[in-house]
Structure formats: C-alpha cells, structure tokens
T-cell receptor, first 114, second 113 residues
Framework: GENVEQHPSTLSVQEGDSAVIKCTYS??????FPWYKQELGKGPQLIID?????GEKKDQRIAVTLNKTAKHFSLHITETQPEDSAVYFC?????????????FGTGTRLTIIP | EAQVTQNPRYLITVTGKKLTVTCSQN?????MSWYRQDPGLGLRQIYY???????DKGDVPEGYKVSRKEKRNFPLILESPSPNQTSLYFC????????????FGPGTRLTVL
C-alpha cells in the first residue's frame, strides 16, 4: 500500500517568513495530493491540492509543488501570519475515483512566532 | 449550515463494553469515511463508504465495524473496545463528483480503560 512520509514534524518560523513542508510517497500510481490544515480542537480542512498532471499550483500565499519522478511534493506558505499556526497534513491517493482511500502523512506542527 | 456532526464528542469507557460513535452529514454526500488520529501517526483510514450499503476497509479496520443504511449516517461500532483503540476519531464526507474535498467532523475523543 501507499506510504507517505512528512517532514519536519515541527516547524517554527518568524511572522512574515516562509514555511516549507515536504512529503514523499511510495506508490507511483498515486495521482492526487491534497494538503489539510488542522486547527486546535477542529477537524482537518482542505487548503490546497494538486493532481499528478500538474507540477505546481498556487492559491494566494499557499503553493504546492509536485515532482513525480522523485515522488516528492511540498507545501509552501509565504508571508506567514499568526493564523497560519496549525498542524498540516499531506496525503496521497490512487483510488479509482480519486480520493476514496487517502493515506496521510504524520503531520507538521507549524508555529508562527510574532 | 453544511456540516458533519459526530456524537459523542468525548467518551470514556471500559474494555469490552460495546459502543457506537455516530456520524451524520447534511450535504447529501455519497462518500463517507472514518479516520483515527494518533500522535506521531497522523490520520489513518478505518473504513469508508462510497454509497448506501457499500462499505470497504481502510488501512486499520481491525476491531471496528461500520454500516451505511442511510445516506446521511455512517456509524462506527466498536464491539469490544480495547485500550489500543484509545484515540481521536474523525468522520468525513464528500460528494462523489468532488472527491477531492473531504469535509471533516469535529472529532470524537475516545478513551478505553
């Protein structure tokens, strides 16, 4: 089955700086890679995703890059703000419909230092 | 308001006492799923359902049962809970046409003594 590794497990950055979280996956058939943000006491919420036919996707301060050859994908947050503090999870899937069997990374606790 | 609800939010029980965690969504979603979250392990999928009466195992189904008799409900059943099932549980749902976005419930924190 799929295995997703996520690094680092914790990350502290100064407000205004950039944060990068990296994930690797094992199943070359995986074709969909979402990123979820989990705030304290809440369920995860999708923030951005990328499909295997795209190398990069951007949404305001958030971007995701995908290297299929190396089986790497990364989340980039620029101009970080205090509200970016949360736990972030990457995930990968190769389900027939695209998302029915998600495999998550172990999470990164991001702390933005004011 | 579109949402996924779970009950109870917190539960402390003892080994072997059957329990059910309910999950309900009001978005008419076909797909529903259960995950458990443990420190250092992230989120692991327990079971999922593509539609009424259709369920399938995730990565960690042992010790759990599910049923999908109605589209809106997807209860998680622990027939004989054990301490290693102490965890934070999340239910999620999604439309089949937009499986890329799963909506998660608020979580159920279960402690098995």
């Amino acid at each position: 089955g799929e295995n997703v590794e996520q690094h680092p497990s914790t990350l502290s950055v100064q407000e205004g700086d950039s944060a990068v979280i990296k994930c690797t996956y094992s199943d070359s058939a995986s074709n969909y890679f979402p990123w979820y943000k989990q705030e304290l006491g809440k369920g995860p919420q999708l923030i951005i995703d990328i499909r295997s036919n795209v190398g990069e996707k951007k949404d305001q301060r958030i971007a995701v890059t995908l290297n299929k050859t190396a089986k790497h994908f990364s989340l980039h947050i620029t101009e970080t703000q205090p509200e970016d503090s949360a736990v972030y999870f990457c995930a990968a899937t190769s389900g027939v419909f695209g998302n029915e069997k998600l495999t998550f990374g172990t999470g990164t606790r991001l702390t933005i230092i004011p | 308001e579109a949402q996924v609800t779970q009950n109870p939010r917190y539960l402390i029980t003892v080994t072997g006492k059957k329990l059910t965690v309910t999950c309900s969504q009001n978005m008419n979603h076909e797909y529903m799923s259960w995950y458990r979250q443990d420190p250092g392990l992230g989120l692991r999928q327990i079971y999922y359902s593509m539609n009424v009466e259709v369920t399938d195992k995730g990565d960690v189904p042992e010790g759990y049962k599910v049923s999908r008799k109605e589209k809106r409900n997807f209860p998680l059943i622990l027939e004989s809970p054990s301490p290693n099932q102490t965890s934070l549980y999340f239910c999620a749902s999604s439309a089949l046409t937009t499986l890329n976005e799963q909506f998660f419930g608020p979580g159920t924190r279960l402690t098995v003594l």
